[in-house]
Structures are given as structure tokens and as C-alpha cells.
């Protein structure tokens, strides 16, 4: 009698079937929220480039929304843009270059901005890791970033190269015309007088 009742009935199931089952059902729950985070990458195996790529430019995006909703609360960091990110293929490191509002900051001033992002770094991987589907976020290294610095250097220097050459294709030209008169000057016989005063 209580075999029968140990028994499951057609349209039950047995406590192993349904453990099984429950697992089985996890295991599908965690894989479908990995799918749904894959678009950031969740593994630190190695990312491809794309997804690197991706990975760095939303890291870029959430940080520069944090700025603009004044999240770091140093007065050093006001006025900072996050001009670009980078990230390591394995997805543990990320550079973060900085840029100011300001048309042309001092030293001092670029500096104190770096350094106030470095103070907030514990408070700004916190927010992002609630904003970004990885499960580590990567560190964060702030760094200045020089690129329009070195591009305005460089078109100042072409600048004054084109000068240099303008200049000398001006300068060319008159002493060419000044050679010319002088030996036509000389070669004239009409122009000069013979060393008895008549010609």
C-alpha cells in the first residue's frame, strides 16, 4: 500500500525529476541573463575588438553622464569631458582621457582635474557598476588627453613653414629681376659711355 502511495500519479512528477528539472530551469535563468548582457561582453577570457570597442564607448558614455549630472562633486573636476576611452582586451583596464570646457586650461588646472578624478575613482567604478552589465568593472586610470594639444602644435608648425616658404618665393623673384636689370644694364652698349666721352 505504501509503494503505491510512493508512486507518482500520470501528471506528477518525482522529487529527483523535479530537482532536475528546477536546476535545469537555473541554469537557463543565468544563461538567458548572460545573453541579455552579452552585448557589453561578461567574460574577462579576452573580448574581441567590436566588442572592446563597444565595451570603451558606453564605459564613455555612462562616465560622461555622471560628469554632466555633477556626480563627482569635486569643484576640480566641473567642466570635464571624457573624451575617449580604452580598454584592454581582457576588459580589466580602462584609460580615460579627459578634456575641459575651457579653451585653453593652465598646467596647474589640467593637473588639479586629473587628480580630483582620481580621488572619486572608488565612487565612480560603484556607479558604474550599476550601470554596466560586467561582472567586473574594469579599473579606471584618468589621464589627460593631449591629442588636440599636439594637432594645434602641429598645425602651427605647418603654419610657419608655409610662411617661411611664401617668403622665399617672394624674395626669390625680386632678386631675380634685380640680376636681370644689372646685367642688362651692362650689356647695354647703348647705356654706358666709352672712356673718351662719346660713343
Same mark, same amino acid.
Given at each position: 500500500? %505504501?509503494?503505491?502511495?510512493?508512486? %507518482?500519479?500520470?501528471?506528477?512528477?518525482?522529487?529527483? $525529476?523535479? +530537482?532536475?528539472?528546477?536546476? /535545469?530551469?537555473?541554469? *537557463?535563468?543565468?544563461?538567458?541573463?548572460?545573453? =541579455?548582457?552579452?552585448?557589453? +561582453?561578461?567574460? %574577462?577570457?579576452? &573580448?574581441?575588438?567590436?566588442?572592446? !570597442?563597444?565595451?570603451?564607448?558606453?564605459?564613455?558614455?555612462?562616465?560622461?553622464?555622471?560628469?554632466?549630472?555633477?556626480?563627482?562633486?569635486?569643484?576640480?573636476? $566641473?567642466?570635464?569631458?571624457?573624451?575617449?576611452?580604452?580598454?584592454?582586451?581582457?576588459?580589466?583596464?580602462?584609460?580615460?582621457?579627459?578634456?575641459?570646457?575651457? &579653451? @585653453?586650461?593652465?598646467? !596647474?588646472?589640467?593637473?588639479?582635474?586629473? /587628480?580630483? #578624478?582620481?580621488?572619486? /575613482?572608488? *565612487?565612480?567604478? =560603484?556607479?558604474?557598476?550599476?550601470?554596466?552589465?560586467?561582472?567586473?568593472?574594469?579599473?579606471?586610470?584618468?589621464?589627460?588627453?593631449?591629442?588636440?594639444?599636439?594637432?594645434?602644435? #602641429?598645425?602651427?608648425?605647418?603654419?610657419?613653414?608655409?610662411?617661411?616658404?611664401?617668403?622665399?618665393?617672394?624674395?626669390?623673384?625680386?632678386?631675380?629681376?634685380?640680376?636681370?636689370?644689372?646685367?642688362?644694364?651692362?650689356?647695354?652698349?647703348?647705356?654706358?659711355?666709352?672712356?673718351?666721352? @662719346?660713343?
Amino acid at each position: 500500500m %505504501s509503494a503505491k502511495r510512493a508512486r %507518482s500519479g500520470p501528471g506528477e512528477r518525482s522529487p529527483a $525529476s523535479r +530537482g532536475s528539472s528546477d536546476r /535545469k530551469g537555473a541554469s *537557463h535563468g543565468r544563461q538567458g541573463k548572460d545573453a =541579455r548582457g552579452s552585448t557589453l +561582453g561578461t567574460s %574577462s577570457a579576452g &573580448a574581441g575588438p567590436e566588442r572592446t !570597442a563597444r565595451v570603451a564607448e558606453r564605459v564613455r558614455t555612462e562616465l560622461a553622464d555622471m560628469l554632466l549630472r555633477g556626480e563627482v562633486r569635486d569643484p576640480e573636476a $566641473s567642466g570635464a569631458i571624457v573624451s575617449a576611452v580604452t580598454i584592454t582586451n581582457d576588459l580589466s583596464l580602462a584609460r580615460v582621457y579627459l578634456r575641459l570646457l575651457d &579653451a @585653453e586650461p593652465t598646467e !596647474a588646472r589640467r593637473t588639479a582635474l586629473v /587628480k580630483a #578624478l582620481d580621488r572619486a /575613482k572608488g *565612487h565612480v567604478r =560603484r556607479s558604474l557598476a550599476s550601470r554596466l552589465d560586467l561582472r567586473t568593472v574594469p579599473e579606471l586610470r584618468f589621464a589627460w588627453d593631449d591629442t588636440a594639444d599636439r594637432a594645434a602644435r #602641429l598645425d602651427e608648425l605647418l603654419a610657419e613653414v608655409a610662411a617661411d616658404r611664401a617668403k622665399e618665393l617672394v624674395v626669390a623673384p625680386e632678386s631675380a629681376s634685380d640680376a636681370e636689370e644689372t646685367g642688362g644694364r651692362a650689356d647695354d652698349p647703348t647705356s654706358g659711355r666709352g672712356g673718351d666721352g @662719346e660713343p
